[in-house]
């Protein structure tokens, strides 16, 4: 059976916040919502990899493609100081006919409305998660517990990621959530399932972001709500939404969105990307620092790449040249270059002799101490002539 969608994104930075490291997909047939940690702002650095990756996955299964997010938001925090430590959940899923696949790590969420009951298809991957599910705490418990948003698996924060992925067989009538903690954390699932159960999934989207914010407000809030309909229709076609509808970093700075969040009313410079029911589409994209941000990486990882070929280049010729030099107070023939790289030296030695530097004359010292270089029959008539050798 066909299928097809309504839906419609909001993202709010809440009300205690000052970044919104958030960020989310809203582009049938895939939707994705992803939450990012680490300090200095490498968490929307983390949430925005993750949803640029999968939104480039064309036909790949999601979770290779969350793999490859991981592995570059992994490398990235290992080879910045100021990324480290970052990591993003990332709850997603690709519509594909009545199918939906789904990818999940960390503790965002997907929901599953259905006539009328609502289920949580996600576990959550945290430590109040896994205490919950042991039986360990209550959820009343869990609610208030303070380890509550300590992860126990995420995106790039290991070489590999345990990602869960399912499948599940989607229905017309049924409407799907995906969001961030912001929105599980503050607001209860009977009032979810009260709001979803609504005819606009704009109006739910804000609604949600309206209730989130009554309950404190205080973690960024993201949410992605997908309506599944009979197939002829819908407004959504696929091949116009691949080309047009927002992969959003939800981040204050990505402006050019058309619908803000109305229910945002301190004003307080809050996202919004919104995917209309009509199908208009606003595509802010990913917000300019990122880029810059990027372009820097570009540019460092040049520099490195230059100067480890300089640093081969310089290794290889070492292993042909010679020069004469000093060990441990003796006259030496080195082979390699006289010099080093950080605690990397370039040469060592090939030749030794029992010959005192100091018992020279003081011409014959400073040519030693010159460390000409050249072949290893020159550095070796040097050191004969000297004296040093038969
Ligand atoms: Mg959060």
Redesign the pocket.
């Known amino acids: 059976m066909t299928l097809s969608v309504r839906h419609a994104a909001l993202s709010d930075i809440g009300l205690q916040r000052t970044t919104n490291e958030?960020a989310f997909i809203d582009r049938a047939p895939l939707f994705a919502v992803a939450?990012g940690m680490g300090g200095a702002q490498a968490g929307e650095v983390a949430s925005a990899i993750a949803v640029e990756t999968l939104a480039a996955a064309a036909d790949e299964p999601l979770a290779a493609a969350a793999e490859r997010a991981n592995a570059r938001i992994f490398a990235l925090a290992q080879a910045n100081d100021e990324h480290a430590g970052m990591g993003t959940t990332l709850t997603a899923f690709r519509l594909r006919g009545a199918q939906a696949e789904f990818v999940h790590i960390g503790d965002s969420r997907a929901y599953l409305l259905r006539g009328g009951r609502l289920e949580q298809l996600t576990e959550d991957h945290s430590l109040v998660g896994q205490w919950l599910r042991e039986g360990a705490i209550t959820p009343e418990e869990a609610a208030v517990n303070r380890y509550r948003s300590v992860l126990s698996r995420a995106l790039g924060t290991e070489p590999e990621a345990a990602v869960d992925r399912f499948v599940r067989d989607l229905a017309p009538g049924d409407v799907v959530l995906l969001c961030?903690?912001?929105l599980s954390g503050s607001v209860p699932a009977e009032r979810l399932a009260e709001v979803l159960a609504g005819p606009d999934a704009d109006e739910a989207a804000h609604v949600l972001v309206r209730d989130a914010k009554n309950h404190g407000g205080h973690?960024?809030i993201t949410v992605v709500v997908v309506q599944v309909l009979a197939g002829e229709t819908s407004d959504v076609d696929p091949a116009a939404s691949a080309a047009e509808a927002p992969v959003s970093v939800a981040d204050e700075s990505a402006g050019g969105a058309q619908a803000t969040d109305t229910g945002n009313d301190d004003g307080s410079g809050a996202s919004a990307a919104v995917t209309s029911p009509s199908g208009s589409r606003d595509a802010p994209g990913p917000a300019a620092p990122r880029r810059r941000r990027s372009r820097r990486f570009v540019v460092l990882t040049v520099v490195v790449a230059l100067l480890v070929a300089l640093l081969v280049a310089a290794t290889i010729t070492s292993t042909q040249v010679f020069y004469v030099g000093v060990d441990d107070g003796n006259v030496a023939v080195y082979r390699g270059l006289p010099w080093s790289v950080g605690p990397l030296k370039l040469s060592r030695v090939y030749l030794r002799t029992t010959l005192p530097v100091a018992s020279l004359a003081s011409g014959d010292q400073q040519g030693v101490g010159a460390h000409h270089i050249g072949g290893k029959g020159a550095a070796i008539d040097l050191v004969t002539q000297l004296g040093g050798l038969p």
């Open positions: 958030d939450d961030s903690d912001g973690d960024n």
